[in-house]
């Protein structure tokens, strides 16, 4: 699916997701054969001058220049074949302004070495005063043109694959048309509008913006204030004193959690520095209760930088799916354990979920959620049926206690009571568990349906008393909703002769009931470690351990991640 967002429309330029040859007019060899090149031939003397250096290029013999290596071979080459190798950078002005600009990446996340900005401001100063000649000039023509078109991929699409980081990814990618991306290219360069372009292509919702903005600030504390580990000899309770405290008071005022720090001497932990605690507790998902403890010292004893780059990557994160949005959809964030609902773009209602353990990680991926069941029943998965069979050696009436009934392969019933569950092998067990609906249901009164490869629903649960937990990574894999009976109402809200009601009296019958949403409505599945909300950042632990990969992967140097697409896609 072709994805577009609607301010980016004239932008399409900076999108490198073509299925490009090596030259425009490449002729097709027969097997076996070497593959010819032919370019029409330069019409000026700078043009000469390009086509020679793009030469090993076109060839497949280079794909760096000036020991810097390219960010779309393809699409560079057959962007300069199609202008004759006519060069673009014609303002020098302009082109070294252009080199600011890429060197502002770092504020979206992304590193400027990606874009060749230390190259090309070394290149350019060696240009001015060489008076505009030599070879270094048609370097720094194709190394600028190069470094926005990357630049702009990863705005767009983020630097590192999430396929890769990810199996179960599958959110699509921008393609797009190559004449409009060269004509698009001219303009804006010709317009000087590639600020206004390159800013339409990051993520246009304001938590994005906001966290850029996070980013910036935690940057500067890690280069400019000394970090070092606070130690806690024993847990601080309100009211006590201890010799951290004044380290813990600094970091929180750094932090702006602690507008003052207190006076007084020995600190003690109440009064304003105890409510401080509690903030930074709420901000880093810890139970805020103002008491210092393990968790909460190691979560303050995460550096600066550290946060720094965790930031970086949920801004990666973002880019992943910016471009998927539609105007209503669900996000769940497994690392947040949250479910927000927007409506119109805007955050309409959220609730807390319940993820599935690190030994069952929930996967990431994009559906669409069609319907409901009211009252499910619930077919226990081959992965989960041994834990039945292992309840059944222990009591032969569990499956009435629970409300199972067994089934063979066909969906017909099968008798219970002639099975010797003792002898019972999990791999070889041939019939299936049903749970029927009941108060007991392991699926509650509700499951939400959006198809997918990985048998994931969203569901009640009669197990409520876990959404009191900090961490709630229990599942095997589904995710449980916390008030799953509202989330219904606000997704059948504008269906017909729906009402408040409408959900209870389906739900007293006792009947397994499919309720059709009017429209499928989007859902992405998430892993965000760090968000702002409101203005303020708040980070969630890394409970799947997906940081660190990431993290490592987005530091790394760049290399080509611009998909082949259709020629003639729009």
Not at 171 to 182: K, R
């Given at each position: 699916m072709t994805k577009l967002?609607?301010?980016?429309?004239?932008?399409?330029?900076?999108?490198?997701?073509?299925?490009?040859?090596?030259?425009?007019?490449?002729?097709?060899?027969?097997?076996?054969?070497?593959?010819?090149?032919?370019?029409?031939?330069?019409?000026?003397?700078?043009?000469?001058?390009?086509?020679?250096?793009?030469?090993?290029?076109?060839l497949g013999e280079s794909d760096t220049v000036h020991n810097q290596v390219l960010g779309s071979i393809d699409l560079l080459s057959r962007f300069y074949q199609n202008r004759q190798f006519e060069p673009l950078w014609l303002d020098k002005d302009y082109a070294r302004s252009v080199i600011s600009l890429l060197g502002d990446a770092a504020k979206e996340g992304l590193s400027p070495a990606d874009y060749h900005v230390s190259a090309l401001n070394e290149l350019y100063q060696k240009v001015s005063q060489s008076g505009w000649r030599g070879d270094d000039l048609f370097t720094l023509e194709l190394l600028l043109t190069d470094g926005v078109i990357t630049y702009g991929s990863?705005?767009?699409?983020?630097?590192?694959?999430?396929?890769?980081?990810?199996?179960?990814?599958?959110?699509?990618?921008?393609?797009?048309?190559?004449?409009?991306?060269?004509?698009?290219?001219?303009?804006?360069?010709?317009?000087?509008?590639?600020?206004?372009?390159?800013?339409?292509?990051?993520?246009?919702?304001?938590?994005?913006?906001?966290?850029?903005?996070?980013?910036?600030?935690?940057?500067?504390?890690?280069?400019?204030?000394?970090?070092?580990?606070?130690?806690?000899?024993?847990?601080?309770?309100?009211?006590?004193?201890?010799?951290?405290?004044?380290?813990?008071a600094k970091r929180l005022s750094q932090l702006g959690y602690l507008d003052n720090i207190p006076a007084e001497q020995p600190l003690t932990l109440s009064g304003e520095l105890f409510e401080a605690v509690k903030r930074f507790q709420a901000h880093h998902a810890l139970k805020a209760d103002g008491i210092i403890g393990k968790g909460t010292m190691a979560a303050m004893n995460v550096s600066f930088a550290d946060r720094a780059d965790q930031i970086r990557i949920n801004l990666e994160r973002a880019r992943w799916l910016s471009a998927d949005l539609s105007p209503d959809f669900l996000i769940v964030n497994l690392a947040g354990y949250q479910l927000r609902l927007f409506k119109q773009n805007q955050l309409n209602w959220e609730t807390d979920i319940i993820i599935g353990k690190v030994s069952s990680k929930t996967p990431l991926f994009k559906s669409k959620l069609k319907y409901m069941v009211a009252n499910p029943t619930w077919t226990v998965p081959r992965s989960i049926s041994r834990e039945i069979i292992w309840h059944l050696k222990k009591d032969p009436n569990y499956l009435e206690k629970k409300n199972f009934v067994l089934r063979t392969a066909s969906g017909a019933p099968?008798?219970?009571?002639?099975?010797?569950?003792?002898?019972?092998?999990?791999?070889?067990?041939?019939?299936?568990?049903?749970?029927?609906?009941?108060?007991?249901?392991?699926?509650?009164?509700?499951?939400?349906?959006?198809?997918?490869?990985?048998?994931?629903?969203?569901?009640?649960?009669?197990?409520?008393?876990?959404?009191?937990?900090?961490?709630?990574?229990?599942?095997?894999?589904?995710?449980?909703?916390?008030?799953?009976?509202?989330?219904?109402?606000?997704l059948m809200a504008s269906a017909p002769n729906w009402t408040p009601d409408t959900l209870q009296r389906h739900l007293a019958t006792g009947e397994t009931k499919q309720i059709f949403l009017n429209e499928p409505l989007d859902i992405l599945i998430m892993y965000w470690t760090a968000e702002s909300r409101a203005g303020e950042l708040y980070f969630y632990k890394d409970i799947y351990k997906r940081d660190d990969s990431l993290v490592k992967a987005l530091k790394a140097p760049r290399t080509a991640r611009l998909y082949a697409a259709n020629d003639n896609a729009q």
């Open positions: 967002r609607p301010v980016a429309a004239s932008l399409l330029f900076l999108l490198s997701t073509l299925p490009i040859g090596i030259a425009a007019s490449q002729t097709q060899e027969p097997a076996g054969t070497e593959a010819s090149v032919q370019v029409q031939a330069p019409a000026s003397e700078q043009a000469r001058q390009l086509a020679l250096l793009l030469e090993p290029i076109l990863h705005l767009l699409n983020g630097k590192v694959n999430p396929a890769l980081v990810d199996r179960t990814w599958n959110y699509d990618e921008v393609s797009i048309n190559f004449d409009t991306l060269a004509r698009e290219l001219d303009r804006h360069v010709k317009e000087q509008s590639l600020d206004k372009a390159l800013e339409s292509l990051t993520p246009q919702y304001q938590p994005y913006k906001e966290l850029k903005q996070h980013l910036q600030r935690m940057q500067t504390l890690a280069d400019s204030e000394p970090f070092s580990v606070i130690p806690l000899d024993a847990t601080i309770r309100k009211g006590a004193s201890a010799s951290s405290l004044d380290e813990i099968a008798n219970s009571h002639g099975i010797d569950w003792q002898t019972v092998n999990p791999r070889s067990f041939p019939y299936w568990f049903v749970q029927q609906p009941s108060a007991n249901n392991a699926l509650g009164q509700i499951k939400f349906i959006f198809p997918n490869a990985h048998s994931i629903y969203l569901h009640d649960t009669p197990s409520k008393s876990l959404f009191s937990q900090e961490d709630r990574a229990f599942s095997h894999g589904c995710i449980r909703v916390k008030d799953p009976l509202v989330l219904a109402d606000k």
